[in-house]
């Protein structure tokens, strides 16, 4: 009897402990897959950011574009040096700022619209000086400020 009592206590110890180292592991699963779905959704809100300010950019290349175009060209034209004035810049900037944002749509134009003005001149820069013409460059400019 007393070694039924002392089985019985045992088994009841081993039991409460496997279900302890059970449990634990378990939890311990749930944790890592709660960690990979956390890691999936910030690849993929990421992924969006990405892909949102690819398209900003590529708006203002097209605006900055359309507005040596449409714009750039005959104000040069019709100016004596064949140079636009510092207002003229600016209206310039704000035409192919407009564009751009006509242009765009959902995270995209939230990207855009987040950006600070002096961002967005750094970015129409940096596509106005790509694309000038060079001694090894051929043919015209995109747009030229």
Known sequence: MVWSVLLTNILIGVGTALIGVIGKA??????????EEDREAKFAEDRVINNAT???KSALETAVASVG??????VKA?????KLSKSEIETARDMAISEA???L????????????????V???NSIVARNKPSSTTAGPPILSI
């Open 26 to 35: 378990i939890h311990d699963w749930g944790k890592t897959m709660e960690k």
């Open 54 to 56: 690819y398209d900003a």
């Open 69 to 74: 175009t449409t714009f750039i060209d005959g």
């Open 78 to 82: 019709g100016a004596a040096d064949g």
């Open 101 to 103: 944002t006509e242009l």
């Open 105 to 120: 749509v959902g995270p995209a134009l939230e990207i855009l619209s987040f950006w600070s003005r002096d961002a967005i």
């Open 122 to 124: 750094t970015i129409i």
